[in-house]
Nanobody, 114 residues
Framework: VQLQASGGGLVQPGESLRLSCTASGRMSSAKVAGWYRQAPGKEREWVARITAGGSTDYDDAVKGRFTISRDNARKTMWLQMNSLKPEDTAAYLC?????????WGQGTQVTVSS
């Protein structure tokens, strides 16, 4: 499975972005998929995850503002990010667990600044 993340950009506080993560293999094989983010000088932090059955979970910092979704037929996962804040600025990386193996996409940069 290879993952390709896209959709990052520069936005102002309060605006929205939608990130996409497209798999070259079978996204349906991924029991759990999700997103991490990493800001300069900080550790990578988990953002959200979604199971094969569609159950979702979010870090408290993004709960109520971000929504994760997936479409196995389209081999794609999304992260809808609303009400963005400057502290959301980071490189966002998607991941997927297939069995016990974690696959990672490259980061897509999100910058929230006025």
């Amino acid at each position: 499975v290879q993952l390709q993340a896209s959709g990052g950009g520069l936005v102002q506080p309060g605006e929205s972005l939608r990130l996409s993560c497209t798999a070259s293999g079978r996204m349906s094989s991924a029991k759990v998929a999700g997103w991490y983010r990493q800001a300069p000088g900080k550790e990578r932090e988990w953002v959200a995850r979604i199971t094969a059955g569609g159950s979702t979970d979010y870090d408290d910092a993004v709960k109520g503002r971000f929504t994760i979704s997936r479409d196995n037929a389209r081999k794609t996962m999304w992260l809808q990010m609303n009400s963005l804040k400057p502290e959301d600025t980071a490189a966002y990386l998607c991941y997927a667990f297939v069995g016990t193996i974690a696959y990672w996409g490259q980061g897509t940069q999100v910058t929230v600044s006025s």
